[in-house]
């Protein structure tokens, strides 16, 4: 049982940064993935980023690669989206979400949504072109 609880968003301009933020609480829950998916109106919500706990090897989606960065703060249970160079494209609602499987290849590296068990309520990133 975890939750997550997203912080950071809000209305910037395009080429402007955000950091999100995702703190975890809870117990009987040992996540392996944690991941960040966002979903723009009127599209399905799709995978950002996610980082290996343990590793903390990351990955990306094409669209977001050398702008955003997945990062963990293991101390603080918390990990974080920095997020710059932004895009109008990249405006839509963005969560976090935890996953007990090892972001591999052949799941997606942690980039399909169904590969979670928890999931934050959002927090919203609009950017104005």
């Known amino acids: 049982q975890v939750q997550l609880v997203e912080s950071g968003g809000g209305s910037v301009q395009a080429g402007g940064s955000l950091r999100l933020s995702c703190a975890a609480s809870?117990?009987?829950?040992?996540?392996?993935?944690m991941g960040w998916f966002r979903q723009a109106p009127g599209q399905e919500r799709e995978g950002v980023a996610a980082i290996a706990t343990h590793s903390t090897n990351t990955y990306y989606a094409d669209s977001v690669k050398g702008r955003f960065t997945v990062s963990q703060d293991v101390a603080k249970d918390t990990v974080y989206l920095q997020m710059n160079s932004l895009k109008a494209e990249d405006t839509g609602m963005y969560y976090c979400?935890?996953?007990?499987?090892?972001?591999?290849?052949?799941?997606?590296?942690?980039?399909?949504?169904?590969?979670?068990?928890?999931w934050g309520q959002g927090t919203q990133v609009t950017v104005s072109s």
């Open positions: 979400a935890a996953s007990r499987t090892y972001p591999l290849k052949s799941t997606g590296y942690g980039l399909l949504e169904e590969e979670y068990d928890y």
């Open positions: 809870g117990s009987g829950y040992s996540a392996n993935c």
